[in-house]
């Protein structure tokens, strides 16, 4: 393990030095966990700068009690397993988010979880926020890394302590994606109901906004999310660093040409995602294409409602599932409205399935048109449509896609990803 040495010594609000340590020690946070948290986890640990990491639950997978657990609660736990870090560094809030599980499709679960009430995803992550906020009082850390909807009250004590604070950005900013989604419901009546955010809290809205004010540094995954932040943060203090790619898997020998195309859509069944473009791509084609849909409905939508009875329609799957599922597609489908990077669509490319994306999708930065796929105009049901029966009619066009993709995934890794992040971590604790 690399030891880091810090820079300088830090300057708390009231100007007073604090003390000079050895080794860079950051206090890392995330309620839940997901690819490039584990990441960022794995990238500080392996260069010994993590002191901390704060989630709301970790699982040990070999934990006695994984043989008596149902299926389906092992299957959530597996989701909450985080071996990127020793466990000794580990701190777990784990209360309110097991509540908003255990509530999932029970009668109380509007009850207790619905909107910004305490079990909520918002409660739970102002919750989670408040602790690690305590914890730094009696902390000694060099620098806090934290994400969106849950770094306000951490980066408040951190600024009264002198202590670096950084922030993970995985979206555009508030402002722009309410704007662009309330002419959305505007523009497409039929769908608003399955319309994200736009119930948010004024209250919400600001708590990220002095997030980002708080901030020292905004790490964003894609040009798209620093484009939404213009006039908000100083170009300055944004980094890009682009999320990394899986290992290329070998993908089943070519198929017959004359089966139908097989498309697939894998995320939140909502229209930010734009799915409703999507179902009206497929129902203009004259030729058949075989749908299948990974993500869970957000609201009842008679469209969509429709759509998950004709598709093969899957609410949830494990992730391992979800690759399987990408290796037996022809093309992923992600026409979002806005999306911050979509890591589906680098784990497509490594399964060598072409995609068809929009330029809001922050992973179009990797996406060369015609080459690994297709970018298209947002809010275009006839240019997906054009794409699909593109692909559907020139076979040995979707092999060469097929071969780009993945070559495009193995530029394109987490490995480089770490890289980045600690190089950034390191340089903003030495300011």
Not at 99 to 120: F, K
Not at 166 to 184: K, M, T, V
Not at 338 to 345: A, C, D, H, T
Not at 397 to 421: D, V
Request: charged share 25%; glycine share 6%; proline share 4%.
């Amino acid at each position: 393990m690399n030891t880091v040495h810090s820079c300088s010594s830090s300057v708390d609000e009231s100007g007073t030095a604090l003390q000079k340590r050895e080794r860079m020690a950051v206090l890392m946070s995330h309620p839940t966990g997901n690819q490039n948290v584990r990441n960022a986890l794995r990238a500080l640990s392996e260069r010994g700068m993590l002191a901390e990491f704060w989630t709301a639950f970790a699982w040990n997978p070999r934990s006695a009690w994984n043989k008596w657990l149902p299926e389906t609660i092992r299957r959530q736990c597996a989701r909450r397993v985080f071996e990127e870090a020793p466990r000794e560094l580990m701190h777990c809030v784990p209360m309110r988010e097991l509540i908003r599980l255990a509530a999932r499709s029970t009668p109380v679960e509007d009850l207790l979880c619905s909107h910004e009430r305490p079990c909520s995803v918002i409660g739970v992550y102002r919750h989670f926020d408040a602790r690690v906020a305590r914890r730094l009082r009696k902390s000694q850390v060099d620098a806090v890394y934290a994400y969106e909807g849950g770094a306000l009250q951490t980066f408040r004590e951190a600024r009264r302590r002198g202590i670096t604070t950084i922030y993970d950005l995985a979206s555009g900013h508030w402002y722009w994606e309410r704007n662009l989604l309330r002419e959305e419901a505007l523009r497409r009546p039929n769908l608003a109901s399955i319309i994200p955010k736009l119930t948010d809290s004024e209250r919400h809205m600001r708590e990220k906004d002095e997030e980002l004010a708080r901030a020292d540094v905004v790490i964003v995954a894609s040009t798209h999310v620093r484009r939404t932040l213009s006039g908000v943060v100083d170009p300055e203090r944004i980094k890009v660093v682009p999320y990394g790619a899986p290992t290329v898997r070998v993908r089943p020998k070519a198929r017959d040409g004359r089966e139908p195309l097989k498309v697939l859509f894998a995320g939140a069944l909502h229209q930010r995602k734009g799915i409703g473009y999507l179902l009206e791509a497929v129902s203009m084609l004259r030729q058949d294409v075989e749908l299948t849909l990974i993500g869970q409905r957000i609201a009842s939508n008679a469209i969509v409602d429709a759509a998950c009875q004709r598709a093969r329609w899957f609410p949830t799957l494990p992730h391992d599932q979800v690759l399987q599922v990408m290796l037996q597609s022809d093309v992923l489908v992600l026409p979002s409205l806005s999306e911050g990077f979509g890591l589906v669509v680098t784990e497509a490319l490594a399964c060598g399935v072409p995609v068809i994306i929009t330029a809001n999708v922050g992973a179009s930065g990797l996406v060369s048109d015609g080459r690994e796929g297709y970018v298209v105009p947002v809010q275009s049901a006839d240019s997906i449509a054009h794409r699909l029966s593109v692909l559907d009619g020139d076979r040995d066009l979707l092999a060469a896609m097929s071969e780009n993709a993945q070559k495009t995934a193995a530029r394109h890794t987490w490995q480089a990803y770490r890289q980045s992040i600690s190089e950034i971590v390191e340089a903003a604790s030495c300011r």
